[in-house]
């Protein structure tokens, strides 16, 4: 299984916005990370988003670009900014069986999240950006998932003016 991580674009400040949707960066930052994901053909078969708005944001701007149903997006705990990760290892299994996803999430949880299928037991940084997209390989059985790549947004957006 493909699992696609990233963290949800740059939001407006609380005091700003209490909801903290997507600022106009952050959204920019997102559809140049969708343009440059449609660019590398990534399709997926479930998109989750935790259920803050900035998240469900990311989700939306990275469905339609991809052509998967916006009202398809699952929304869920699993993903929320300080989910524990067996928690969110236990939703991922759940989809065993499907090709690829995408977890428009948060940090901490996406680094230790990447952190916990390469490394299970092991914990090691894993730096995430916002708007950054990273995709990661796990195949039933195996212990550890493998890397496949890492893009921070300024690559994104380098990829997607291309």
Known sequence: MLIHLMQHGA????EVNPNQPLSPVGREQVEKSARAAAILGLRFEL????????SIQTAEIMARQAGYPVDRIVVTDAVKAMAPTTETLKFIREYTGLDSILIAGHQPSIGLLASAILSPGHP??????NGGLMQLNLEPGKPAGTLN??????QLAVLAES
């Not at 939001?11 to 609380?14: K, R, V």
């Not at 998109?47 to 900035?54: G, L, N, T």
């Not at 790549?149 to 300024?154: G, H, N, Q, R």
């Open 11 to 14: 939001c407006l400040p609380q």
């Open 47 to 54: 998109v989750a988003a935790s259920s803050k708005v900035r």
């Open 124 to 129: 090691v940084e894993v730096r995430v950006e």
């Open 149 to 154: 790549w890492a893009l921070t947004p300024t």
